[in-house]
């Protein structure tokens, strides 16, 4: 300030006005960095640290990849899958997997196990038992476990799922086929996969719910029993 400026002004200066001013320069500051750093924004599927390609590790979705809504009157999204490499898969948006290499097999893990279903709480590899053609998939979002196993199901598997970001990947034939938008009820779920031979089309049904601890991998019926 000048020096010409009567010392008492000077004084109401850097008592009131100044104050004033370096805290609208602060808000100001603050709220640049909270945009820079805004976790409210739309996140894209896209992750450019993910492998792209084909192959059990992993494939990119992005904005081309079609959205199946979930029916908020029955909880349900259905979708139909093909299964030419004999699975698909299903990850949450944004998952990243480890380096090949760094992890065992899913495909692998289902057969040693008898399972329908194996994998990382990130992404879970879903068999089929014809490993050809095209199947049809029920997602249901449960608030809580299912209530006994679904009837018709020749195969059941409880597998823990993570989902960071409120959305399910689905993935076959070494592409992304669909993405399912979730209302965020947590960060960790349970899913259990169920598969249904018989029929023209092969069935699946995906129950997915919060779970309140981590748990292992629960083959309820095998994938090798019939009836």
């Known amino acids: 300030m000048p020096r010409w400026v009567p010392l008492r002004l000077r004084r109401f200066y850097f008592r009131h006005e ?30 450019q640290d993910r492998p792209a390609g084909g192959g059990w590790q ?16 029955t909880e349900t999204a259905s979708l139909r899958l093909p299964v030419d490499g004999g699975w698909f898969a299903v990850s949450s ?5 480890t ?34 053609g095209e199947a049809k998939v029920e997602l249901v979002v449960d608030d809580g476990a299912p209530r006994g196993l679904p009837v ?20 076959s034939a070494g592409r992304a086929r669909a993405m399912v938008p979730m209302e965020t009820r947590s960060r960790r779920y349970r899913l259990r996969v169920a598969r249904a031979e018989g029929g023209v ?27």
């Open 93 to 97: 948006i944004g998952y990243r997997p």
């Open 58 to 73: 992993g494939t990119d979705a992005d904005e081309n990849t079609p959205v199946a809504l979930v029916d908020p009157s």
């Open 18 to 47: 100044l104050p004033v001013k370096v805290g609208a320069v602060a808000v100001v500051v603050l709220a640049l960095v909270a945009a820079m750093h805004d976790t409210t924004k739309p996140v894209s599927a896209r992750s």
């Open 99 to 132: 380096p090949a290499g760094e992890q065992s097999d899913p495909v692998a893990d289902a057969a040693r196990a008898g399972s329908v279903a194996a994998g990382s709480r990130g992404r879970v590899v879903v068999l089929s038992a014809r490993g050809a």
């Open 201 to 227: 089309t092969e069935r699946f049904r995906l129950d997915v719910w919060p779970r309140r601890a981590d748990r292992a991998m629960v083959v309820r019926r095998s994938a090798s029993a019939r009836g």
């Open 152 to 171: 018709g199901y020749d195969a059941v598997t409880d597998i823990d799922l993570d989902n960071a970001l409120a959305g399910l990947v689905f993935e």
